[in-house]
């Protein structure tokens, strides 16, 4: 018996992250759009949760919108599963699926929608997410105080452990929120 193909990993997003982020258009017109969050992060599966807001699954328009606090998103499925048609709005739910978007319209294909019978799950999903997604300088400002031993952080390392940094840093530079202690040395402002 050969090995299943593996699925890739979903990653736990809020809505705001989905609408925030970008669709790159794919090399062929039957291939789907590749999404990236704001820092450039290819993700090709999402899990939200949120409660049903709206639901539309058994209208020719088939689909669910969920809120989670920080936006409202669509949520559609090929075969829209028969325990869907029954989940009431206020329902908190569980979503898996893949970030797509027709247009300007951005929205969830389904692959797994699982009501959860208990309101608290969903504390338990806020607590476990940072309500922010973090901005790629203040992972910069972090590692430069990781790194810095009294002699600065090194710019090249900075640049080596987060790709794509060099604008970043030359934008924290200007703002006055690092300095260059010594050639290619930087530290954080306090």
Avoid at 53 to 63: E, P
Avoid at 147 to 175: C, F, M, Q
């Amino acid at each position: 018996m050969g090995d299943a193909p593996k699925r890739a990993l979903a990653f736990r997003l809020w809505i705001k992250d989905i609408v925030e982020g970008t669709f790159k258009k794919a090399d062929s017109p039957y291939s789907p759009s590749e999404f990236t969050l704001q820092d450039g992060q290819s993700v090709p599966r999402v899990q939200l949760c949120g409660i049903v807001v709206h639901n539309a699954a058994d209208t020719n328009d088939s689909h669910l919108t969920m809120d989670d606090s920080t936006g409202v998103l669509t949520i559609r499925a090929f075969d829209m599963p028969s325990h869907v048609h029954t989940i009431m709005t206020g329902t908190p739910v569980l979503v898996i699926g893949r970030p797509r978007q027709v247009a300007t319209i951005t929205y969830i294909m389904a692959e797994i929608i699982k009501p959860l019978h208990d309101i608290k799950w969903l504390d338990v999903w806020k607590k476990s997410l940072p309500r922010e997604a973090t901005h790629p300088a203040d992972a910069i400002l972090a590692l430069i105080r990781s790194n810095d031993h009294e002699s600065g952080a090194d710019v090249e390392h900075l640049t080596r452990t987060i790709p794509n940094s060099d604008n970043i840093i030359a934008d924290l530079l200007l703002k006055g929120r690092i300095f260059e202690v010594s050639p290619g040395r930087v530290k954080v402002l306090e």
